[in-house]
């Protein structure tokens, strides 16, 4: 069984011009498996979107070997296979809709898997459905606002039915409701499909329903496990510049005023919980 992901060893410079290497990223291995998900959080330009872009193929790593699924992203000639296995959001919309209709941007990718034109109508329909866009499937992707482009690419990356989703703060723009929506819509297909995913945010909050957090920090991985693990340690975090979840900064802010709280609480309704049982053991 493959890998969905598999970094190894992977080094990445952008072209520059001058000579001297800049490594976004350096010396990444990292495995995600298939029906896994994974968070992946890091300040502002330690290599997450670089990450994505190399997970996705749109990048090839300078150094090492990414594959997708069994997939090596270098090789050109399963450029297609790969296509249909991986599909990727980032979180500025308007460089990633190319059509003139909403309906037709969202039908974009399945076009170009070949699938019959039932097919292509039925998961449109489904995509548009899930990030509520019905109504707006004749409307040109330029004209909607930032929430509502960001809503069309995922609607697309859906259509995808890909094996391996990776969202890159994609979304970042959404209302709280179409926030919920879209995370509910991709809870589901993760639970029924299998499929696996790669959440990047900077809202540590939304990545406690994860298998595993990734940090990164300047282009290098500095931590990896449970959220329960990760989150143990906020202090580490705290320096290399993250928010730690809210609940978490409230409980280390009620272990310093003297609670006896175990460091495994992470969710709102733990913290309750155990408060609760403190509060009536008193
Ligand atoms: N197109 C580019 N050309 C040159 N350097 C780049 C390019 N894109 C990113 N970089 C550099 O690579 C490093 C990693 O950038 P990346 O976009 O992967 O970070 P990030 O973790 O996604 O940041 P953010 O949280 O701001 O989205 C940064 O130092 C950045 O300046
Ligand atoms: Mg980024």
Redesign the pocket.
Known sequence: MHAAVAYEGVGYA???GDGQP?W??RGVTLTVACGEWVALV????????????LAAGLLVPTEGKVTVCGIPTDDESRIGELRSRVAVVF?NPDNQLVAPTVEEDVAFGPENLGLAPEEIRRRVDEALRVTGLSALRDAPPHRLSGGQKQRVAIAGALAMHPEVLVL??ATAMLDPQGRREVWATVRRLHRERGMTVLF?T?RLEETLAADRVVV?AD?RLVASGPPREVYADPGRLEALGLDVPPVVALRERLIRRGLPLSRDVVTRDELVTALWRLWSTA
């Open positions: 952008y072209p520059d800049m976004a990223v890091g300040p502002n330009g330690s290599g997450k979107s670089t990450l994505a872009k979180q890159d703060e990047i900077h990164v282009g």
